[in-house]
């Protein structure tokens, strides 16, 4: 669902830059872009129907997004990963969605033994190729889990900003154990200072140290969902 709700908004950012139009400020998908979206005139009646024939598409997606996310969450407490749920959504970047769908990619936490089998799991872990006393590191392998990847690629964006609890993040974390509250705060500690040292300091690409991050998030997830 997720895919095609990015599909319909791609279809439809496309048609407004056919005619030469964008948001000049601010982000896509916001409350401000839909009511700039909402006075947006193309001048051509057929370009103006597609455009409202985008927008009802992307509605309609919207709505059975909520209602597929509102019906999984509902079986959450009756799941066999509960706990792990609630504890992964102490994490900064991770909703309730998120954890859902790495206990699914994962089963059986346990049957990890340590944090680098889960990044292999996850393909976060850079490919090598050695040759003798030569030895050189490439991209990442992604391998293994391409769902389990991408949630935490995505979660990983959210570690940029400085360590912050807002209000959303602490209802998560309410009544969960301390030390699996401190295990995510730890967890945007670090992230965070992995994208000062990277991206502001060293200059690496913004996509490299982001993959960074989400392998450091694998390793803090294992650890949280495992903790006794």
Request: proline share 4%; net charge positive; charged share 25%.
């Amino acid at each position: 669902m997720r895919l095609d709700l990015n599909r319909a908004r791609h279809r439809l950012l496309k048609l407004l830059l056919r005619h030469g139009l964008r948001l000049e400020a601010g982000k896509n998908w916001t409350v401000r872009h839909r009511q700039w979206l909402a006075q947006v005139r193309l001048g051509e009646p057929a370009a103006q129907a597609a455009l409202h024939d985008y927008l009802g598409a992307i509605d309609a997606v919207v709505v059975r997004r909520g209602a597929l996310e509102g019906a999984i969450e509902e079986l959450v407490p009756s799941s066999p990963w509960a706990d792990e749920v609630a504890r992964l959504r102490c994490m900064r970047g991770v909703n309730t969605l998120t954890a859902i769908g790495l206990c699914a990619e994962f089963g059986d936490w346990t049957r990890f033994s340590r944090p680098g089998q889960v990044m292999s799991y996850l393909g976060l872990v850079p490919s090598e190729r050695s040759s003798g006393e030569r030895r050189r590191q490439g991209s990442i392998t992604k391998s293994g889990s391409q769902h389990g990847r991408r949630r935490l690629v995505e979660a990983a964006w959210h570690y940029r900003r400085e360590p912050h609890l807002g209000a959303p993040l602490r209802r998560r974390q309410a009544g969960q154990p301390a030390h699996i509250v401190a295990l995510a705060w730890n967890a945007q500690s670090r992230g965070y200072r992995t994208w000062q040292r990277l991206h502001t300091q060293r200059a690496k690409r913004a996509t490299l140290v982001n993959i960074a991050v989400a392998r450091e998030l694998a390793g803090f997830c294992w650890a949280i969902a495992t903790a006794g």
